[in-house]
């Protein structure tokens, strides 16, 4: 799977938009760009995921660059409880193949 | 529907002893993960099985570690001897892949783990 480098931590203040990077510039073409989420203490859950169009859901948007080598995970209202680790995983769509987190980005939502 | 189940949440043992962990992943997912998370570490996996076959291993410390999904369904991941490194949050997840007439998106559901502690 294609490797993704995203900034260690960031911060955010609560009601504004978060917007975590990622990089993953070795993406091959069947690959897909996962993002999940692990707040503390419980396991990771799914939030979104995309090819190469943006993608959008009741949790967030997904912005993919036009060359797929990066993308963009926002959260338009960041609130309190959206304080997490943010993994961003590029793997096959089929599902076959596990996925395989990184360090992740530490999303700090500040009051 | 019932998310994925594990137990015990917490567990801490002395090294050299033995330890297991159960999961019930959701009805009627055809695949099953158990990952290790070290503290300040994203999960890393350590067996994936479909049904009762198991997909991939090659992470598993296999003079240690042993899981097993008999019947498909539920699993259990066991550790013996302990070592003090193999203090960790051990998760179980599932997914619909491999599940007859299913279409899922890849989507990893998760449960929420079992905290191990070697003392």
């Known amino acids: 799977d294609a490797k993704t480098t995203q900034p260690t931590s960031m911060d955010c203040a609560e009601g504004r938009a978060a917007n975590l990077p990622c990089n993953h510039s070795?993406?091959?073409?069947?690959?897909?760009v996962y993002w999940y989420r692990q707040i503390h203490s419980q396991g990771p859950q799914y939030i979104i995921h995309?090819?190469?169009n943006n993608e959008t859901n009741e949790m967030a948007s997904l912005i993919i660059t036009e060359d797929r080598k990066s993308s963009t995970l926002i959260l338009p209202h960041a609130t309190l409880r959206d304080t997490a680790v943010y993994y961003c995983?590029?793997?096959?769509?089929?599902?076959?193949?596990?996925?395989?987190f990184g360090s992740g980005t530490r999303l700090q939502v500040q009051p | 529907e019932a998310g994925v189940a594990q137990s015990p949440r917490y567990k801490i043992i002395e090294k050299r002893q033995s330890v297991a962990f159960w999961c019930n992943p959701i009805?009627?997912?055809?695949?099953l993960y158990w990952y290790q998370q070290i503290l300040g570490q994203g999960p890393k996996l350590l067996i994936q099985f479909q049904n009762n076959g198991v997909v991939d291993d090659s992470q598993l410390p296999k003079d240690r570690f042993s899981a097993e999904r008999l019947k498909g369904v539920d699993s259990t991941l066991k550790i013996q001897p302990a070592k003090l490194e193999d203090s960790a949050v051990y998760l179980c997840?599932?997914?619909?892949?491999?599940?007859?007439?299913?279409?899922?998106?890849?989507?990893?559901?998760f449960g929420e783990g079992s905290r191990l502690t070697v003392l």
């Open positions: 009805s009627g997912h055809a695949t």
């Open positions: 995983i590029v793997r096959p769509h089929t599902g076959r193949r596990a996925l395989t």
């Open positions: 995309g090819l190469k």
């Open positions: 997840a599932s997914s619909s892949f491999g599940t007859s007439g299913r279409i899922g998106n890849g989507e990893l559901f």
């Open positions: 070795t993406i091959s073409g069947n690959e897909y």
